[in-house]
């Protein structure tokens, strides 16, 4: 059975390259927000496995997501994908119930890594 996946970034390139970055064998269905407060109302009406969340976008952030997601359980498994790799960051986004935190470009590998330690690979 196909894992659904959220990608969330305002980066078209940014969410290609998460999808592109996935596992080949890793049988998932992929679905793009362009925002945080996309992310949500999709969340809200769907179910989702995984959530890839980026933390800097228009009108609604990727900690705002964290915080909603935190409130009210959306999704179980969030992976921030960021740029932003300070450690006051990091453990932020920890704090708020992330399970890793990736540096832009995804490292395949790494990535696959994650996966396989929460059981998702």
């Known amino acids: ?4 996946v959220l990608i969330c970034d305002d980066s078209t390139l940014a969410r290609k390259q998460v999808k592109k ?16 407060r996309e992310a949500v109302d999709i969340l809200r009406q ?3 496995a995984v959530l890839f ?5 228009p009108e ?3 900690i705002g997501v964290l915080e909603i997601n935190k409130a009210e359980k959306l999704v179980d498994f969030v992976i921030v994908v960021s740029a932003d790799i300070q450690p006051e960051m990091q453990q932020k986004v920890t704090e708020l119930g ?4 990736i540096q832009k470009p ?11 330690q929460y059981g998702l690979l």
């Open 1 to 4: 059975m196909s894992i659904p």
């Open 21 to 36: 970055s996935l596992p080949a064998d890793w049988d998932v269905t992929t679905q793009f927000a362009t925002n945080g």
């Open 46 to 48: 769907e179910k989702f």
């Open 53 to 57: 969340l980026d933390l800097t976008m």
């Open 60 to 62: 609604l952030d990727g």
């Open 98 to 101: 992330a399970l890793a935190f």
């Open 106 to 116: 995804v490292n395949t590998n790494k990535l696959s890594e994650i996966l396989q």
